[in-house]
């Protein structure tokens, strides 16, 4: 099986901009998560989808936003950037049925300038 | 509120010697604690969690409540375990939320 795919690598953009951020899970896991991961604040949880529903959220402002679609791909979006919101996103996909067993993608490295 | 904490940002250690590494977390109900593993170059993974009370690549923890901890163990360390160990909490069942801690980078002399 393929492993959690994360598009694009890398991205710079420039404040006040917007991004999106694209996340595929592995074949037949309906839950993705995405956590934000920084040298001063290590990993932190963004939010849970599954079956295209929020499932929970962590705490972050609401320029950050994400949705599932209908196939368990996911993206999130962050609007009107700031430079703290530089940083590697992690996405992570599992087996719901009682399975807490993330499987994470390589990241998105997110540069704000 | 919710804290996963690893006091030791790099534990290093000959290879042979056992590892300890540590993680101390509050939480007020029954949390599950899991330890997540990052090698160079790798993606993060799942090394172990408490509840399958299992041993994974000779690493064990046990989950101590009175002392709200969850070390990991190795009696013998390799060369192979150097890597980024990140101790996580999960407060409720099924869940994709994780707290994590600040991770431990494990340094393997040979």
């Known amino acids: 099986k393929a492993g959690v795919t994360q598009t694009p690598r890398y991205l710079i953009k420039t404040r006040g901009q917007q991004v999106t951020l694209s996340c595929s899970p592995i074949s037949g896991h309906r839950s993705v998560s995405w956590y934000q991961q920084t040298p001063g604040q290590g990993l932190q949880f963004l939010f849970e989808y599954f079956s295209e529903t929020q499932r929970n959220k962590g705490n972050f402002p609401g320029r950050f936003s994400g949705r599932q679609f209908s196939n368990s791909r996911s993206e999130m979006n962050v609007s009107t950037l700031e430079l703290g919101d530089s940083a590697l996103y992690l996405c992570?996909?599992?087996?719901?049925?009682?399975?807490?067993?993330?499987?994470f993608g390589s990241g998105t490295q997110l540069s704000v300038l | 509120a919710q804290r996963v904490t690893q006091p030791e940002k790099l534990l290093s250690v000959f290879k042979g010697a056992p590892v300890e590494l540590k993680c101390n977390y509050s939480?007020?109900?029954?949390?599950?604690l899991f330890w997540y593993v990052q090698y160079s170059r790798q993606r993060l993974q799942l090394l172990l969690r408490h509840i399958s009370r299992e041993s994974i690549k000779g690493f064990t923890a046990d989950l101590n409540k009175g002392e709200t901890s969850f070390h990991l163990k190795k009696p013998f360390a390799q060369e192979e375990d150097s890597a980024m160990y990140y101790c996580?909490?999960?407060?409720?069942?099924?869940?994709?939320?994780?707290?994590f801690g600040q991770g431990t980078t494990l340094q393997v002399k040979p």
């Open positions: 992570a996909s599992r087996l719901t049925q009682g399975s807490e067993k993330l499987f």
């Open positions: 996580a909490l999960s407060g409720v069942s099924n869940t994709g939320k994780l707290i």
């Open positions: 939480y007020s109900g029954s949390p599950e």
